[in-house]
């Protein structure tokens, strides 16, 4: 099954309101990424956490890892209509070098 | 400028032809990538080079042949284009380090093809 799964599938709110998702994994991995695609865009790097941290922070988005649990969650605080977007977490393989794994992606709108 | 440019943009086209999305990146990496997103937005891994040498190759039908001139250039070429093939591509690029695993990609804007 798929590396990098995330949860919720969709995710509806109002502006200002918080918004949290999460990541679940498989394997050992070097690192896991964030990623923010916008409709008909391709995707954004939004943050990158090493296997040997905990948490990582950028402006309003605050990520979470947790190896044991093989699971990251990825907060936006105060959100905005402009953040509305799919957001996908990947992963690359511990040993896998050249392969990142992207997740089915959790599908974000903030109302306004 | 540009980082990571993809073209077409949109390709049209029937069952059976042939066709190419070009990709190139100017940011000096050693990396690039071909990704398929389906219409459930589900984005799989087709290809990876690293210094112009396929690294991967993700089970992809032999139609599908990637080809990179240099380091900062890409191109999929597939042949005898399906229904199936309907789908968003994105060529992406990063560096990578030995031991330490794949760092941020960059991400073309995607060309939409469509089979009919």
């Known amino acids: 099954s798929q590396q990098g799964e995330e949860d919720p599938q969709a995710l509806s709110i109002q502006e200002g309101e918080n918004a949290t998702m999460n990541c679940s994994y498989k394997?050992?991995?070097?690192?896991l990424q964030w990623y923010r695609q916008n409709s008909g865009r391709g995707l954004v790097h939004l943050i990158l956490?090493?296997?040997?941290?905990r948490e990582k922070h950028s402006g309003r988005l605050r990520v979470t890892l947790d190896t044991s649990k093989k699971s990251s969650s990825l907060l936006i605080t105060a959100s905005r209509a402009a953040d509305t977007a799919s957001y996908f977490c990947a992963t690359d393989e511990r040993g896998g070098g050249f392969k990142t794994i992207f997740g089915a992606g959790t599908r974000l709108f903030v109302k306004a | 400028d540009t980082a990571v440019s993809q073209t077409p943009k949109y390709l049209v086209t029937q069952m059976g032809n042939d066709k190419s999305i070009k990709c190139e990146q100017n940011?000096?990496?050693?990396?690039m990538y071909w990704y398929k997103q389906d219409s459930k937005k589900f984005l799989k891994i087709m290809f990876s080079y690293n210094n112009k040498e396929l690294i991967i190759n993700e089970t992809v039908p032999n139609r599908f042949s990637p080809k990179s001139p240099d380091k900062a250039h890409l191109n999929l070429h597939i042949n005898s284009l399906e229904l199936g093939d309907s789908a968003v591509y994105f060529c992406?690029?990063?560096?990578?380090?030995?031991?330490?695993?794949?760092?941020?990609?960059?991400f073309g804007p995607g060309t939409r093809l469509t089979v009919l």
């Open positions: 940011l000096g990496h050693d990396t």
């Open positions: 956490i090493r296997s040997n941290e």
């Open positions: 394997t050992s991995i070097n690192n």
């Open positions: 992406a690029s990063s560096q990578v380090r030995a031991g330490v695993g794949t760092d941020t990609q960059y």
